[in-house]
């Protein structure tokens, strides 16, 4: 995915949402994860848990991970 800038999208500084806004909005959030049976960590925003330990097949060698939410 293609992160655009702020100029790109045309959008004031009152537009933008903050994290916990967006949030909100969305659904979800960031969740720290660590690969078990195997070496490996990521952070990443899922709509849920099971969403962000579901993606542990492809970062972790097992396939297994345990997520946690990051509470901002």
Same mark, same amino acid.
């Not at 993606?55 to 972790?60: D, N, Q, R």
């Not at 939410?69 to 901002?72: K, M, T």
């Given at each position: 995915m293609r992160k655009l800038s702020l100029e790109m999208l045309r959008l004031s500084t009152e537009e933008i949402l903050g994290r916990s806004q967006m949030k909100s909005i969305v659904g979800g959030g960031r969740?720290? !994860?660590v690969?078990? &049976?195997s070496k490996g960590s990521w952070t %990443?925003?899922?709509s849920d848990q099971a969403t962000a330990e579901a993606? %542990? @097949? @492809?970062? !972790?060698g097992s396939g297994i991970a345990q997520c946690t939410?990051?509470? &901002?």
């Open positions: 969740f720290r !994860c690969c078990y &049976q %990443g925003t899922y993606a %542990g @097949g @492809g970062h !972790c939410e990051i509470n &901002q």
